[in-house]
């Protein structure tokens, strides 16, 4: 096993972790800094998906405290509401960084000022964008930033195990697998920043990148610590639905199409929204998602068996000039978004839920941080679209700033060495095993599961079906068995790891959604329809302890706002 040695090591390099990387560096230049990635640096992650853009308020007529009541608003009154004021008041200091100092170009209206778009959910068009390929443009500036600096790489290193110092009390390093040659290294480190960016890959149909597979969530399981909100997964209401053929099912045309005016459409070619919602198709997710659901389970369905979008009463040429990279996305896939129908399907999209956090970022375990889509308590029952990259861009960026300051008491921990040889012993397992096939049918298990009975609408009776088969599963991975030692990017090996951490991950969102026994939200249950009184609001708190999920409600402290209240009526 390979061993080295780094102050802060950062786990991730979507919007997060370069965040981190490039704070840190800038407040402390002569530390060693590491990132380390399952994909290529700059190449993988989620931010670099972001399609529609970034929720900030920089127009004259807009503000924080609006931004602010929307994502409160929006999240059903779950959010933890300091972080979610950290959220919209530091987003307009990284706006400004990532066009000032990183060099992004977003789009601007022809009087110079930034262009902001349409976004579900919001009272203020506020989403800065560039086309709708926002987060390209993020991520290459971000990585050539890092590129040329001082900062280490591990690229296809999977992260596997956070391992403890000897007395338990601190983050000691991480345990990595190299893809590359299937070596193990361990890597100590006076910091930690979890970056992972969680993930729902667990679903039949889902959006975030194929590198994803919540490992970070799983690791922070094993460790012992609780994660917050975990029933709350969001579906996307518009994926790319083309068949089983492609991979392309499940990608998202994003939201601004909706916010644009898009119509949605069912089996009959009639718009359905306006029956479910006030703001139809500008709903925010979870509500048109549901409606959604709703008509598909009534069996009123286009051929693949979802909906339809349509913008062609916007006029074909506006949506082909407004919305390039969708309409180019949808023509490979033989749809004419600007002047026809395209099918689409809700999609798993985004996880809420992770793990519990302070401002700083610091966690209940010393020296482990955590910042963008592993941590939770931001977004509360429900994210808006446009807070997920501003999410991870602010909270990196704080990360960063926390973890290079702290480093002035940290000192490199001597780690708990049976528990590095635990987690390779873990690792190496199905190598033991005899060989078994099956690893796909154990995958579409578990995608039909999660999608039927923790998906869009759940109850009590699904849920246990759904604990149930999820134990199954386990039971099956643990009994698998992987037939090509040659350790060197073993895909069935790594596989096999991305199944055991989304399953681990499934049981936690399957225990949290049958523990709410209300509806917020997205987490919606038939048996429980109303989402009871806003004063005695409660967030789901979740632990794993010798293999037994813990769960508490917590109740949420109002430390800003009471429901029902306002900030705005304060602002001129
Ligand atoms: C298609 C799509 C469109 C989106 N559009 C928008 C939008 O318009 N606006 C918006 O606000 N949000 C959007 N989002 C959400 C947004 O992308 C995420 O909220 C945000 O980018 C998450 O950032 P992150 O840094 O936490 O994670 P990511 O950017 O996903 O980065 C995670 C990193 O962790 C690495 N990693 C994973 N597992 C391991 C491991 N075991 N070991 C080491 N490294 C690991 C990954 O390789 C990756 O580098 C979109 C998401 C998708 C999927």
Not at 117 to 133: E, I
Not at 252 to 258: D, H, I, M, P, Q
Not at 267 to 276: C, I, N, Q, S, V
Not at 347 to 374: I, K, P, Q
């Amino acid at each position: 096993m390979q061993r080295r040695d780094t102050d802060i090591l950062i786990l991730g390099s979507g919007g997060a972790g370069l965040f981190a990387a490039l704070h840190a560096h800038k407040a402390a230049p002569e530390l060693s800094i590491t990132v380390a990635v399952k994909g290529l640096l700059g190449k993988c992650g989620c931010t670099r998906m972001v399609q529609g853009g970034y929720n900030v308020a920089l127009a004259k007529e807009d503000s924080v405290e609006r931004h602010f009541m929307d994502t409160i608003e929006g999240g059903k009154w779950l959010p933890d509401q300091d972080l979610a004021w950290q959220l919209v008041t530091l987003a307009v200091e990284r706006i400004h960084e990532l066009e000032n100092e990183l060099g992004c170009f977003f789009d601007r209206n022809p009087d110079g000022t930034v262009h902001q778009k349409a976004f579900a959910g919001q009272s203020f068009d506020r989403t800065v964008h560039k086309g709708d390929l926002t987060g390209i443009e993020i991520i290459n500036r971000l990585a050539e930033q890092v590129w040329a600096r001082r900062i280490d790489r591990l690229e296809e290193h999977r992260a596997v195990e956070l391992v403890k110092s000897r007395d338990g009390s601190a983050i000691a390093g991480v345990l990595f697998v190299d893809m590359r040659s299937g070596e193990y290294v361990f890597v100590r480190a006076k910091a930690v920043l979890l970056a992972t960016g969680g993930g729902p890959t667990m679903y039949k149909y889902h959006t975030p990148s194929g590198d994803k597979s919540c490992d970070g969530l799983a690791m922070a399981l094993h460790a012992g610590l609780a994660l917050r909100d975990m029933e709350m997964v969001q579906f996307h209401p518009t994926g790319l639905l083309a068949g089983t053929h492609t991979r392309m099912t499940g990608t998202v045309l994003e939201e601004g199409l909706r916010g644009a005016g898009g119509y949605l459409l069912n089996g009959a070619k009639e718009r359905f929204m306006l029956r479910y919602d006030r703001q139809a198709e500008r709903a925010t997710r979870d509500v048109v998602s549901r409606a959604m659901y709703s008509e598909i389970l009534k069996k009123n369905t286009s051929p693949h068996g979802g909906l339809y979008i349509s913008m062609a009463h916007l006029g074909p040429e506006r949506v082909a000039r407004e919305f390039k990279g969708m309409v180019e996305r949808c023509a490979d896939c033989g749809f004419d978004l600007a002047a026809g129908l395209v099918e689409v399907v809700p999609t798993a999209h985004y996880m809420m839920g992770g793990v519990e956090f302070r401002g700083d970022c610091s966690t209940e375990l010393a020296g482990l941080f955590v910042a963008g889509e592993d941590s939770g308590g931001v977004h509360g029952a429900n994210r808006l679209g446009g807070n997920g990259v501003a999410n991870s861009t602010v909270f990196g960026a704080v990360a960063g700033d926390v973890m290079a300051q702290w480093l002035g008491r940290a000192q490199l921990a001597l780690p708990d060495e049976d528990a590095i040889q635990a987690a390779v012993a873990a690792c190496e397992a199905p190598f033991h095993r005899k060989v078994s096939a099956g690893l796909e049918e154990i995958r579409e298990r578990l995608y039909d599961t999660m999608w039927e009975k923790v998906g869009i609408i759940r109850d009590s009776r699904g849920l246990g079906q759904a604990q149930s088969e999820l134990a199954a599963l386990e039971t099956a991975l643990d009994e698998h068995g992987v037939g090509d030692h040659n350790r060197a990017f073993n895909l069935s090996w790594h596989d096999w790891m991305n199944l055991k951490s989304l399953v681990t991950v499934s049981r936690a969102i399957a225990e949290a959604a049958a523990a709410r026994r209300d509806s917020r939200g997205a987490h919606f249950r038939a048996d429980f329809p109303e989402s009871g009184p806003l004063e005695s609001s409660a967030f789901t708190s979740l632990r794993l302890h010798r293999g037994v999920f813990q769960i508490d409600m917590k109740p949420v402290a109002f430390t800003r706002v009471q429901p029902g209240g306002t900030l705005l009526r304060n602002v001129a």
